[in-house]
């Protein structure tokens, strides 16, 4: 029940197109859905990030779809360029305090190879 | 924004030796930390959540012999690999959560052990 799934695995597009990654969760009690971005040797950095109670968010050329009914989350990364290529992590938590509190699940990890 | 700090960034260890890495909230305190392991093109695994002033919680699996924990003030939390081995060589990642002020999570540069 504390599984994050993510896909695809890897992802090429060409620069100037649409990156999508899904990912789908179960525990119901998460309340945080965190996008990372990862370069290689280097630690996770936040991308964006929603929460329940919004179904999408924005953030140039970022944005996060969620359906909560669906228990589905997705990154969208309009206008790639060769400086996106990188690992994509979803993530998801739960935020309301307690021992889980900042704890996060991980999906699997995106690796999006964008094309010049 | 927030910066999470990890040192060393790299180290190199004979197998058997023990290796001490730190993890430090700059700007903000933080009662808790994680840290997380992630080995080669894999995502990110949860191996504890550090908590100021008392004992680590451990995830299922991960030996708190083997991985010490110490978190005796809010900015500064560190893991000791003890008696390393081959194994154990891998990409150690803190987080920091500013639970006061934001609440959001973040991540440290990373740590790459390798043990000979």
């Known amino acids: 029940q504390q599984q994050v799934k993510q896909s695809p695995q890897s992802l090429i597009v060409q620069k100037g197109g649409i990156s999508i990654i899904n990912c789908a969760y179960e525990?119901?009690?998460?309340?945080?859905f965190p996008w990372y971005q990862q370069f290689p040797g280097k630690g996770p950095a936040l991308l964006i990030a929603?929460?329940?109670?919004?179904s999408e968010k924005k953030e140039g050329r970022f944005t996060i779809s969620f359906n909560k009914s669906a228990k589905q989350f997705s990154l969208h990364i309009m206008d790639s360029q060769p400086g996106d290529s990188a690992t994509y992590f979803c993530a998801a938590s739960i935020s309301a305090g307690g021992t889980s509190y900042g704890k996060l699940t991980f999906g699997q990890g995106t690796i999006l190879t964008v094309h010049p | 924004g927030a910066v999470v700090s990890q040192h060393p960034s790299r180290v190199i260890c004979k197998s058997g030796t023990s290796v001490k890495i730190e993890c430090r909230s700059l700007?903000?305190?933080?009662?808790?930390m994680f840290w997380y392991r992630q080995f080669p093109k894999q995502s990110l695994m949860l191996m504890a959540t550090s908590n100021e002033g008392s004992k680590a919680t451990y995830e299922q699996g991960v030996e708190k012999d083997k991985f010490l924990i110490n978190h005796a003030s809010l900015t500064l939390s560190t893991l000791t690999v003890t008696s390393a081995h081959p194994e154990d060589s891998s990409f150690y990642i803190c987080?920091?959560?500013?639970?006061?002020?934001?609440?959001?999570?973040?991540f440290g540069e990373g740590s790459r052990l390798t043990v000979l």
């Open positions: 700007d903000f305190q933080a009662t808790t």
């Open positions: 929603i929460r329940p109670d919004v």
């Open positions: 525990n119901t009690a998460f309340d945080y």
């Open positions: 987080s920091a959560t500013d639970r006061i002020n934001t609440g959001e999570l973040f």
